[in-house]
């Protein structure tokens, strides 16, 4: 069961909230609370390539996370200053199969997608008052992937280590590869869609 101390290391109370892909804007009241949202929901068909896949990888695993984040941008524009309150962030676990194979390719499509959408929609929304960074993991063991090489623990730390250390682009995989690779995409994506697309809200 997850729990969360705050820097006293009293509990933080928590509460679930339910909600389905497609229906992101019943979650505007409860963003309005929220200071870093964290998207790393996904679903794996492994070789399945049927319609009904396509739809359910393309909506969970991609267009639903894109959802959020334009939902939740436009929730932190509408807030009022308050310099008591710490900077809003996104945190989106685009997965190491943004670049590299994952032996599913619905999962890759999609993620490929979700990183793309990324690139793109920072260049508006990145500012400061939102900061977004980008979450490539290598394969670690969950319920989506029971036979990953790392476990959740390790990969938690480094992510918060990083994250602490101010990187937007945040890594963690044994992949040697990821490392090189990953920079060199998200380079050249930013200065692509600068140079050939159009600022807009």
Known sequence: QLQLRDAAGEAI???????????????RGLLAEVDVLVLNHGV???????AAATELSLQVNALSSWRLLELFAAVVAERPADPARPRAEVWINTSEAEIQPALS????????????LLSLRALDLAGPRLRLRRLVLGP???????????????????VLLQAQL?????????NPL????????TLSRWLYY???????S
């Open 44 to 50: 794996n068909v492994h070789g399945e390539r049927s």
């Open 178 to 185: 990821t490392y090189v690779l990953m920079p060199l995409t």
């Open 140 to 158: 670690f063991r969950s319920a989506l992937n029971p036979v990953g090489v790392m476990g959740p623990g390790f990969v938690a730390e480094q």
């Open 194 to 200: 600068r140079l050939l697309s159009r600022s807009g």
């Open 13 to 27: 109370p928590l509460r679930d909230e339910t909600w389905c892909a497609g229906q992101e804007e019943a979650l």
């Open 105 to 116: 390719p619905l999962y890759e499509i999609s993620k490929r997608l979700l990183g793309q």
């Open 166 to 174: 101010g990187c937007n682009l945040i890594i963690v995989t044994p």
